[in-house]
Nanobody, 115 residues
Framework: QVQLVESGGGLVQPGGSLRLSCVASGSIFNIDSMGWYRQAPGKERELVSIITRGGATTYVNSVKGRFTVSRDNAKNTVYLQMNSLKPEDTGAYSC?????????WGQGTQVTVSS
């Protein structure tokens, strides 16, 4: 079992920045990769970024060059630094952990980009 707790969401103006955090606990030694997903109102959930155990990263095209995923193994935490935010980045952001094909989810944190 893995428990995930996200934080860092909020309301920000277009062009602003936010940093999301996801703290993992439980059977963290078996985590193969962790990722961030988001779901906008009326849309399906989409993958935003993944970071593997080895540190390899993947981003959806719409956030490349603006978002950066990183991890602090000592703190069992994964971050998503979001810069140059756009209104279309608005959504509920959820942290995901892949443990040998079993996916665990956090409760989510809301990001709203609006003037």
């Amino acid at each position: 079992q893995v428990q995930l707790v996200e934080s860092g969401g909020g309301l920000v103006q277009p062009g602003g920045s936010l940093r999301l955090s996801c703290v993992a606990s439980g059977s963290i030694f078996n985590i193969d990769s962790m990722g961030w997903y988001r779901q906008a109102p009326g849309k399906e959930r989409e993958l935003v970024s993944i970071i593997t155990r080895g540190g390899a990263t993947t981003y959806v095209n719409s956030v490349k060059g603006r978002f950066t995923v990183s991890r602090d193994n000592a703190k069992n935490t994964v971050y998503l630094q979001m810069n140059s935010l756009k209104p279309e980045d608005t959504g509920a952001y959820s942290c995901n952990a892949d443990v040998r094909g079993v996916h665990y989810w956090g409760q989510g944190t809301q990001v709203t980009v609006s003037s």
